[in-house]
């Protein structure tokens, strides 16, 4: 037999395995065989010329520049954010729903086009040229925000939703202030969702380098887009992995700071069934920062729809009406409604492995630790599912070539390589969301339930579930969004003749013509709706058990 | 925990089915399934043979052709196409000892002498059509000397006007390079960036053929006379160039020769390419030193010279073919003209000293 202290880690380790196999498999080795070859270039382990990069001034601008615009945006994200994350969860109004859906929307536009968009409204020629913002950092952080802002708002949302009201009416209702209940009250339990959403902002924006390459131009480099540089053009590796490993040791730092910030003296919260109220006059800042926020999210679009409606200098549907053929002279490969299908096909594998690995990793990371060593292993194993996003795509795209060429792990044809790629991109939002959640949750409700006889199972569906479902909708359309707008990997990985709406867009842009662009524009149109759809569709989902709560 | 009402009990079984049965509806969506056509038929005869085409994300072609030449030669043609050209270089050379197909398309003369040196290509066994020896790239030979890359289509990288705005305006379009740094035209030219674009690189490098050492100096005047840089093609030619789909306005725009086919207004094209700031790209093909398929690789190759797919590349790549015995299409032909004599640089000397310039330019646009 074996002691307590042992079965459950072996349990632990047991629930971890698949997911740990998915992201070694994927993840930890195709990275580690590109920065082998940075390092070991030629079979000879050769770490000067590494070391030499990292003292060149152009790196430390480039590093500077990389936190700096990531640090800015971020805290303009969780400002922006969460006044609606507030509006769009707690209060009831019309159009609710569809605002909750429609804000989901920047998430999932490609970034080539988002960044025409942004460039037509901020660019000389523009109606926002006087501002002179085209090519600044500040047109580069607002794009930033305008791409991220959503999972402050899904993140927060979600465990805002479900937040337990009576604590903060019984500090109003003892005098404090409503800015007091807001800081001594409401803050603090909503602490590790605001953490964890500020955490995924900020590694997105510090990988995101289209946006960095489009609104600033080449003027502003990234870590990102420099590993970009240096892999696909100069194919300088040794440079590539100094910056790549630079990339890893942050990502590290920045999760262990996180893990202390989410670390609350009592995570569980008591949660309730959502019950959204009328607006009150008191709510009017929260509506406003939503107003704003709406504004500033539906500009670029307006932009899009706008162009998508002119055809050769009249208003018209023939950019939609294209979308079925392959573009003007044979641009596709596959018209863009065959484009469509595949994208959402290829969402829903994604979707699952990502719902599938996330809430498995989410049970294993938030399970109450006994002794030391076992709360390290769980600490340890939250950041390593984080990891994916703190890496550079090319890096991975490149590493899958070079290291699943070989049985066992001959996997570079693999028709599933695409869904695999966007569910390790879908992962840590799952995870980030589901995480606040389960860790909410009292432990003793599971002892009592152990108590009455439940098996595990049982204490799963009667305790975990009936909280974890709405959060794990929001997952579950995230992830679902990631994957429908994933460009970097897919247009790496994605075979000719099945392309997603996003690499068929960029394909359109980039070419010259008024018909292809006019599509681009449409078919990023249609995308926008898909998603909004999608997501009004989730929402509507509900399961048998939550009602009775 | 309250007990339920029958009739709530009633609409949660009724809102359980409907869950499962929308799962059921999703599980049919997934890709899994109708993955990969199978090696064989179901009577246990062989399927046809594969070849793996691996290309850059720009190739296209008409189903039609890929369809008759799978026909013809018995073979199954899988396309792989993403990244740039750079990209797909990289991607070859890392590749080298096990590639991920059979042949290649799509390298340019900017990048091809680094992946004939890295031994990625085997000795190619095809007959090129006229016209196409103008194209060869000097140096692609194996170490017996024998041609390792096709020349398959070209196109030149020239600085283009938009007419209509400098006749409204009353002003002389610039012709040369020199005249972009000219004050009377300062502010009204857009390039994509050296670093981001490979366009943009060809810009760089046409400076470099014309003003050699001294190209930082020409690019120090450039930036003085508001030159502005972007990231890609499409954000300088799409939002910037006043012809482009966003209307921007800037009348000077850094694209190709063939562009002007594509501004065309009734019977007329409202730019044109200035034909003495070109700089000449090539596009070549070739087959594999670690191919599965050697045989159907040559057939590749071979098919991709042939005139039914040299006649199809404007329409579907953009580009000029080598064969010079191939029509034009008719707006091609009226509107599309190539420079007689466009700018070229040494491939090796590229492959050497391309880190040096792009570190050079991106220090001069960022100081």
Known sequence: MLSMPARRLLALLALAAAPVLVVGVFFVVPVAGMLARGVWPDGDFAPGAVLEVLARPRTGRVLWFTVWSASVATVCAVLLGLPAAYALHRLEFPLRRLLRAALLVPFVLPTVVVGVAFRQLLGEAGPLGFLGLDGTPVAIVAGLVFFNVSVVIRTVGGAWETLDPRPAEAAAALGATPWQVLRTVTLPALRPAIVSAATVVFLFCATSFGVVLILGGPRYASVESEIYLLTTNLLDLPAAAALSLVQLFAVLALLSVAARLRAVPDPTVARLAPRPRRPRAGDWPQLAGTGLLLVLVSAPIVTLVVGSLRVDGAWGLGNYRALGSVGSRDALVVPVTEALEMSLRTAVDATAMALLVGLLVALVVTRRSRGRAERRLRGLLDGFFMLPLGVSAVTLGFGFLITLDRPPLDLRDAGLLVPIAQALVALPLVVRTLVPVLAGIDDRQRQAAASLGAGPLRTLVTVDLPVTWRPLLAAAGFAFAASLGEFGATAFLARDDRPTLPVVIFRLIGHPGAMNYGMALAASVVLAATTTAVMLAVERLRVPSVGAL | ?367
């Open chain 2, 1 to 367: 925990m309250q007990r339920m009402r029958p009739s709530v009990a009633a609409t949660r079984r009724l809102s359980a089915v409907a869950l499962t049965a929308s799962l059921a509806l999703l599980g049919a969506c997934s890709t899994m399934g109708e993955d990969d056509p199978p090696e064989t038929t179901p009577e246990g005869s062989p399927a046809p043979e594969r070849v793996v085409l691996v290309t850059h994300d720009s190739f296209a072609l008409p189903k039609k052709l890929i369809r008759a030449f799978e026909a013809e030669h018995g073979l199954t043609l899988e396309v792989r196409a993403s990244g740039d050209a750079g990209t797909l270089t990289n991607k070859l050379v890392l590749t080298q000892d096990n590639p991920t197909g059979d042949v290649a398309f799509g390298i340019d003369n900017t990048f091809a002498s680094r992946a004939v040196e890295a031994d990625v290509f085997a000795a190619l066994d095809v007959q090129p059509p006229s016209g196409a020896e103008r194209f060869v790239l000097p140096g692609a030979t194996n170490d017996d000397g024998d041609p390792v890359l096709a020349p398959v289509d070209q196109a030149n990288v020239c600085v283009n006007v938009d007419d209509t705005w400098f006749e409204r305006e009353g002003l002389a379009p610039p012709e040369t390079l020199e005249d972009l740094a000219d004050p009377a035209y300062e502010g009204l030219f857009v390039t994509p960036g050296a670093t981001t674009s490979s366009p943009g690189m060809a810009f760089l490098l046409a400076t470099i053929a014309e003003y050699g050492e001294e190209w930082p100096d020409y690019w120090e005047r450039l930036l003085a006379n508001g030159v502005k840089i972007t990231d890609g093609w499409s954000d300088a030619y799409q939002v910037d160039f006043t012809q482009g789909g966003g209307k921007g306005d800037r009348p000077i725009v850094l694209s190709y020769d063939s562009s002007p086919a594509f501004t065309v207004d009734g019977d007329q094209t409202t730019t044109s390419a200035l034909l003495d700031t070109c700089f000449a790209q090539v596009e070549y093909a070739g087959v594999l030193s670690g191919a599965e398929n050697p045989d159907g690789a040559q057939q590749v190759v071979q098919w991709l010279l042939d005139e039914d797919v040299q006649a199809a590349l404007p329409t579907s790549m953009y580009v000029f073919p080598v064969d010079s015995g191939v029509e034009l299409p008719e707006d091609w032909a009226r509107f599309a003209e190539q420079p007689s004599d466009p700018a070229t640089v040494d491939p090796e000397e590229i492959t050497e000293r391309r880190d040096e310039w792009l570190r050079e330019w991106s220090d001069l646009i960022t100081r």
